[in-house]
């Protein structure tokens, strides 16, 4: 499966943002999702996780309560809608896809080429 991810950008601390993460190749509903970022000169942490049929999701805590991460099978998409952005939400967001449900960046086997988003304070 090929991944696209984009709607990033630059916003003002408190805005908000929706991510996108197209799929080509293969259905997504094969596939649990996950969105993770790297902040400059970071590790690349986790995000969200939603399972094939959207039964499960995981927020990271520095995000729960601001991220949502939904699916739509019908457009083959999976989106990150961002509220209340922060400075420290600032870095390269990447969508990934995997058989298995994980939280771990290195157990992902697909991933997208990473979307910019900068949060000014």
């Known amino acids: 499966v090929q991944l696209q991810a984009s709607g990033g950008g630059s916003v003002q601390a408190g805005a908000s943002l929706t991510l996108s993460c197209v799929a080509s190749g293969r259905t997504l509903s094969t596939y649990s999702m996950a969105w993770f970022r790297q902040a400059p000169g970071k590790e690349r942490e986790f995000v969200a996780a939603v399972t094939q049929h959207g039964r499960k999701i995981t927020y990271a805590n520095p995000v729960k309560g601001r991220f949502t991460i939904s699916r739509d099978s019908a457009k083959n998409t999976v989106t990150l809608e961002m509220n209340s952005l922060k400075f420290e939400d600032t870095g390269v967001y990447y969508c990934?896809?995997?058989?298995?449900?994980?939280?771990?960046?290195?157990?992902?086997?697909?991933w997208g080429q990473g979307t910019l988003v900068t949060v000014s304070s």
């Open positions: 990934a896809a995997d058989e298995r449900y994980r939280v771990a960046a290195s157990e992902y086997v697909y």
